[in-house]
């Protein structure tokens, strides 16, 4: 089982940054890849980036690439993810997911937190 917990939303004027984190409790993180997802009123669920607990590989989204980086921090067994250069369209509930590496389904999320940029 795998419990995730998501914090760091807010409002944020567009420009602006935000660090999200996603605290994982597992007793096998390395067995896990953790993902951010993001969610947009009317919009479905979409990937935004991923991290492989063991190693340490990303992979993005388009739409975020360069302006998001996503991080892990083995001690604290926390996920961030840093939001650079904000824009309205990035509004959207964010939610970490987590899946075991030989699968491709989500199968653990949080709860979500909300970040909302004005314009």
């Known amino acids: 089982q795998v419990q995730l917990v998501e914090s760091g939303g807010g409002l944020v004027q567009a420009g602006g940054s935000l660090r999200l984190s996603c605290a994982v409790s597992t007793r096998t993180l390395s067995n896990y890849a953790i993902a951010w997802f993001r969610q947009a009123p009317g919009k479905e669920r979409e990937f935004v980036a991923r991290?492989?607990?063991?190693?340490?590989?990303?992979t993005y989204a388009d739409s975020v690439k360069g302006r998001c980086t996503i991080s892990r921090d083995n001690a604290k067994n926390t996920v961030y993810l840093q939001m650079n250069s904000l824009k309205p369209e990035d509004t959207a509930v964010y939610y970490c997911g987590a899946r075991r590496i030989i699968t491709t389904r989500y199968d653990y999320w949080g709860q979500g937190t909300q970040v909302t940029v004005s314009s």
């Open positions: 991290v492989m607990w063991v190693g340490g590989n990303t």
